[in-house]
């Protein structure tokens, strides 16, 4: 008779780091990928955690829950390697769920400052993250974390928005104006960074090279993979992905939707795309599951999670 740890609960059970093993998808504790719970970073190579902030949204809220819907749903694909990766990127990488990032929902004003701090810890071990959110503006702290450690990074950002608007020095909580203080912090060289996917009007774009929904559709992901690692070179990679670069009818559960984006598939083809840049930070964001249905907007999360892990693999363990 098996053991009941080898087939349930792997998120408290497991004794390795590293491996798949098939477990219940309709049971069991839901950490990311049935990784094991824990804040011991000691050989660890990505910490998944989640932000589960969603105050600075100027439509909808909801993706505080995005953390938890990404882990519940990507249970459904934990039993077997990531398709069509080559190589299960958790033989190779010890992954962790760190769990979530604590901050005083009364106190908004320091949750900025929470953040960073959260992701600094993590960094000062040495341990790469993959962030869930929460709303974008999670990003804003996070690239101010990453850019400490490594420099003024590329930023490749997948959105139906620019998120560049100018609210002059206020750097207010905002979802729409956080790339907008990273490009004039230095956060961000836009010289080396590229959008895809915005169907929203921005009038200036901050240098950024930008290839709308309109030019995506127009182009084959391939060609698209090839301009986006073009722009980008070897320079340090920061990836962040606002759900709502997909279409409404494979994203509705996110707050602020716009119609005419990508398909999963085209999301998905494009990451793998990307295969040998030389990403150091990444975050999947915006996510809402109270206006989601049959859990495929968690579901694209997730996915879109695990093409980053294996992009991470693929530069840094092959």
Do not use: W
């Given at each position: 008779m098996l053991n009941d740890n080898s087939i349930i609960d792997?998120?408290?059970?497991?004794?390795?780091?590293?491996?798949?093993?098939?477990?219940?998808?309709?049971?069991?504790?839901?950490s990311f990928m049935r990784r094991r719970y824990t804040r011991d970073l000691r050989g660890v190579d990505i910490a998944i955690s989640g932000i589960p902030f969603d105050t600075a949204t100027s439509n909808r809220p909801g993706s505080r829950f995005g953390p938890r819907?990404?882990?519940e749903a990507s249970v459904q694909s934990a039993w077997a390697r990531h398709w069509p990766w080559e190589f299960d990127p958790f033989d190779l990488l010890a992954c962790v769920d760190y769990g979530d990032c604590y901050f005083d929902y009364g106190t908004p004003e320091q949750t900025p400052a929470a953040i960073r701090a959260h992701a600094e810890r993590i960094l000062a071990a040495g341990t790469a993250m993959l962030t869930l959110?929460?709303?974008?503006?999670?990003s804003y702290p996070l690239l101010q974390a990453h850019a400490a450690k490594y420099g003024p990074l590329s930023l490749i950002h997948f959105d139906a928005h620019h998120d560049l608007e100018?609210?002059?020095?206020?750097?207010?909580?905002?979802?729409g104006s956080m790339f907008y203080h990273a490009v004039r912090e230095?956060?961000?060289?836009?010289?080396?960074?590229?959008?895809?996917g915005q169907r929203t009007t921005n009038d200036d774009v901050m240098g950024f090279q930008v290839l709308n929904a309109s030019e995506v559709h127009d182009r084959s992901t391939k060609e698209l993979?090839?301009?986006?690692?073009?722009?980008?070179?070897?320079?340090?990679?920061y990836l962040t992905f606002d759900i709502d670069c997909l279409d409404p009818a494979f994203a509705p559960g996110t707050g602020t939707p716009v119609c005419g984006g990508l398909s999963s598939h085209q999301?998905?083809?494009?990451?793998?795309?990307?295969?040998?840049?030389?990403?150091?930070?990444?975050?999947?964001?915006?996510?809402?599951?109270?206006?989601?249905?049959?859990?495929?907007?968690?579901?694209?999360?997730?996915?879109?999670?695990?093409?980053?892990?294996?992009?991470?693999?693929?530069?840094?363990?092959?």
């Open positions: 792997q998120a408290m059970t497991r004794d390795s780091l590293y491996g798949t093993e098939g477990e219940p998808t309709y049971g069991g504790i839901t819907a990404i882990r959110g929460g709303d974008h503006f999670i100018s609210d002059g020095e206020d750097k207010r909580i905002d979802h230095g956060l961000v060289d836009p010289a080396r960074s590229i959008q895809i993979a090839e301009i986006i690692r073009a722009r980008v070179g070897d320079h340090p990679v999301a998905l083809a494009i990451l793998r795309g990307l295969r040998g840049i030389n990403l150091i930070g990444m975050d999947v964001v915006e996510v809402a599951p109270p206006y989601d249905h049959a859990e495929i907007t968690a579901l694209a999360g997730a996915a879109l999670a695990m093409e980053m892990i294996c992009l991470y693999a693929a530069r840094h363990k092959l």
